[in-house]
């Protein structure tokens, strides 16, 4: 079913949304700042959890911030921040992250 989920960027209500159809399944608010993008909150719909919303709505919303490349991530929602922490490619995002050391 996460292949079915489109997320966009609702700018005007400073939140990623997540639909399933003309369904809204879910959001990812945030706050902007010059050199920020605050995740404060995400939510899904109890009938959609456990089908690839919240990872779709992290993903594309990361993937995002990466894509611009001019701001920094602040995860204060715990959602963002763990999915963050299981998926380490997008550590360099986060505000305050050390580089990388590994070398190969």
Not at 63 to 91: M, N, Q, S
Request: charged letters at 30%; one cysteine or more.
């Amino acid at each position: 079913m996460a292949d079915d989920v489109v997320v966009t960027n609702n700018e005007s209500e400073k939140r990623y949304e997540a639909r399933l159809g003309e369904e809204l399944a879910g959001f990812a608010e945030y706050q902007l700042t010059d050199e920020l993008i605050v995740f404060t909150h995400t939510e899904v719909d109890p009938k959609f959890e456990g089908k690839g919303v919240g990872s779709a709505l992290a993903r594309f919303a990361l993937d995002d911030v990466r894509e611009a490349g001019t701001r920094k991530v602040l995860p204060l929602c715990p959602f963002i921040k763990g999915w963050i922490e299981r998926h380490r490619d997008y550590v360099p995002l986060v505000y305050g992250a050390r580089p990388s050391t590994a070398t190969d």
